[in-house]
């Protein structure tokens, strides 16, 4: 599968709160490092962030790829179980196996604002604390 393939089918799967079609993409063991939920492993993180989930549209910008790394860059329109919008603009990292699965996913965006929604409503996030 090429990189701009895997990215679109991520997204597609996600934008659906396609839980399967998500995993599917991933190595059983495979971590994800969030802003917001911390490192857990996929098969967890993706079912917390998809009942956390009212909407979402996803709109791919780019995507870059290095020897078994993807990234890609994207916009997440974003809205929270609650009602509240909380998009963002964001990059993910993928790190891939040889049989071209995720092995570690790390998200990175600016939280200074989806942070503070998300809390509210979800009652708190996770936070690097070292």
């Known amino acids: 599968m090429t990189p701009r393939r895997l990215a679109a089918d991520y997204l597609a799967a996600l934008e659906r709160g396609d839980l399967e079609g998500v995993l599917a993409l991933f190595h059983p063991e495979a971590i994800v490092h969030s802003p917001l939920y911390g490192p857990l492993p996929a098969a967890e993180f993706y079912p917390r962030l998809l009942a956390d989930t009212g909407r979402s549209e996803l709109h791919l910008r780019g995507v870059t790829q290095g020897e078994r790394l993807v990234g890609v860059w994207f916009r997440f329109d974003w809205t929270l179980s609650s009602g509240t919008a ?43 604390t070292t």
Not at 90 to 103: F, N, P, Y
């Open 86 to 128: 909380a998009g963002f603009e964001c990059v993910d990292m993928l790190e891939l196996d040889g049989e071209g699965l995720i092995t570690t996913l790390r998200i990175f965006y600016d939280t200074a604002t989806t942070r503070t929604a998300f809390e509210r409503a979800t009652g708190g996030s996770w936070r690097h």
